[in-house]
């Protein structure tokens, strides 16, 4: 039967119509299956509907037909179809399939058989998704009279299958290489095949199928990767690390086809980049500088802008910051820790030297004045992940971190380090100079360091009065702050020796009662006309 044909009945949707075509399709064994991709898609798009048990079989039937031919594969090798398949032959963990119905079973494991011997990214796909677990759960029921032995066999070897695949960094690092296209011209440096010197914006878009596989790798790589910067990594690791390094510099400087897929393929990229080793990291900055590249101190930045350009998209985008933008400012972050060069190219970006004095650090379109903003966000992980880039950012100098963010900003952060006495933190920086513009330096006497803004100077409110109505100001200041602490509406702290805030205890309290100038009863008024 002509495949348009077959295509233009499923694609009406109805089963009646799929399951005519679809059994005439099966029966003709000898049917060419070249350029059946939308028939797999379409077969899927069935499967993930209630169907009739006839249809049902009959679309299984014809996935493993589709799968038994390596160029039709494409449409199957994603965790959504494995996982439609994995669900048909029981083999799904969770939520765990109830499905008895042997001949669906079976037609289920042959496609999924299929799959895996010709695609190392679906044997990925299958050990992500703990395939041989289901297996092993499933081949303990089989011993029922009621599975017949074929039902097992398919098992067993399905679970053989499993076993001979391994899942290793250079494995799948390999596989991502090999979907890109890539050469490398350069230890650790890559292109893309018949590319060679290309600068990254003339390159040609990923292909749709190129970014689907990529995209799912870069999945699994994450997974297995998940806690690789929590721990000290060998030589031989740290040597793989870095070779995936530079394919994930790659995939940061490359373009898929449309900016939405675009986004989805870099966050990918920057969520692994971000569970790699730091040391390992310095794969980034290692392409020569090239005509058109971003360069800083002699070493190539386009890798590090590329990154700083992201993070700043998400930031203005608004939306689940805490998902969509930590990934690439912690990134940013840890990198500006390690790296001098990647730390000083981010200031130059983020803290140019200030020439602004008149608005306050949180006012204005700047970058730098957006991640002032977050240091106040409700989120506290958003709120810490902000200051704490800024801090790095200003090597971790508590009198730096004020001039750029304003001390009431800069508080939180400070005060959870025990540096509200000022300071530096224990990070290890290079020594350079804090250049100040003659703008900053002529308003630096009049800056308030609290709002970190020029502010005109204010009338001393205490100006003209007496002792005696000084202390009666006080007294009332002590007065309202005793009451407020009474009702539990505040919390009196103190600052400590070692720079932290601690809550005042009673026998602190009592100390200040008995202070001869804070005695807590109220004064009389020094301007009524009564004497005291």
């Given amino acids: 039967m002509d495949l348009r044909v077959i295509i233009e009945q499923m694609e009406t949707g109805e089963q009646d119509k799929a399951l005519a075509v679809l059994q005439t399709f099966n029966k003709e064994v000898n049917t060419t299956t070249a350029g059946s991709r939308r028939l797999g898609e379409l077969v899927l798009s069935f499967l993930s509907r209630e169907l009739q048990p006839s249809c049902l079989l009959a679309c299984l039937e014809t996935v493993r037909i589709l799968t038994r031919d390596k160029q039709c594969l494409d449409p199957f090798i994603s965790r959504s179809a494995m996982l439609t398949l994995a669900h048909y032959s029981g083999i799904e963990s969770s939520p765990p399939s109830e499905n008895t119905d042997q001949e669906v079973i079976i037609e289920a494991l042959k496609s999924i058989c299929n799959i895996l011997l010709h695609s190392l990214t679906a044997q990925v796909i299958a050990a992500d998704l703990h395939f041989i677990d289901g297996i092993a759960e499933r081949l303990k029921q089989c011993n029922h009279p009621t599975w017949n032995h074929e039902v097992r066999d398919t098992f067993l070897y399905t679970q053989q299958l499993q076993e001979t695949i391994c899942c290793p960094l250079l494995v799948l690092g390999n596989q991502l290489e090999a979907t890109l296209c890539l050469c490398w011209p350069d230890p650790l440096v890559t292109a893309r095949a018949g590319y060679e010197g290309f600068p990254p ?250 709002t970190g803004v020029l502010e005109e100077e204010q009338p001393n409110p205490m100006e003209g009065m007496t002792d005696e109505q000084k202390e009666y100001e006080a007294m009332k200041l002590v007065n309202m702050f005793d009451r407020l602490s009474r009702t539990n509406l505040i919390q009196p702290m103190q600052l400590n020796s070692d720079g932290k805030m601690r809550e005042m205890t009673a026998e602190d309290l009592n100390k200040l009662a008995t202070n001869p100038l804070f005695q807590s009863q109220e004064p009389a008024d020094p301007d009524s006309e009564d004497e005291t």
């Fill in 201 to 450: 914006e003339e390159l040609p878009q990923l292909s749709r199928q190129q970014t689907e596989l990529a995209i799912e790798i870069l999945k699994i790589l994450f997974n297995i990767t998940f806690d690789t910067n929590r721990r000290k990594v060998d030589e031989e690791e740290a040597v793989e690390y870095r070779y995936l390094g530079a394919l994930l510099r790659h995939c940061l400087m490359s373009q898929a086809d449309g900016e939405e897929r675009t986004d989805e393929f870099h966050s990918h990229t920057v969520n692994l980049l971000g569970n790699l080793p730091l040391p390992c990291l310095d794969v980034l900055l290692l392409p020569k500088v090239e005509h058109g590249s971003i360069e800083y101190m002699g070493v190539n930045m386009d890798a590090v802008n590329m990154l700083l350009e992201f993070m700043e998209k998400k930031l203005d985008r608004g939306h689940k910051l805490k998902e969509t933008l930590l990934p690439s400012l912690n990134l940013l972050t840890e990198s500006s820790r390690i790296h001098r060069e990647t730390r000083k190219f981010l200031r130059s970006k983020v803290l140019p030297p200030l020439r602004d004095v008149t608005n306050r650090p949180e006012v204005g379109s700047a970058l730098r004045n957006k991640l002032v903003r977050l240091m106040t966000h409700i989120d506290t992980d958003v709120k810490d992940c902000a200051a704490e880039f800024l801090f790095v950012l200003c090597k971790e100098s508590v009198s730096r971190f004020i001039k750029y963010t304003g001390y009431g900003n800069a508080a939180g952060l400070l005060a959870a380090r025990g540096l509200l006495r000022g300071g530096r933190d224990s990070g290890i920086y290079s020594e350079d100079e804090d250049s100040e513009t003659e703008e900053y330096r002529e308003a630096k006497p009049h800056i308030n360091l609290i």
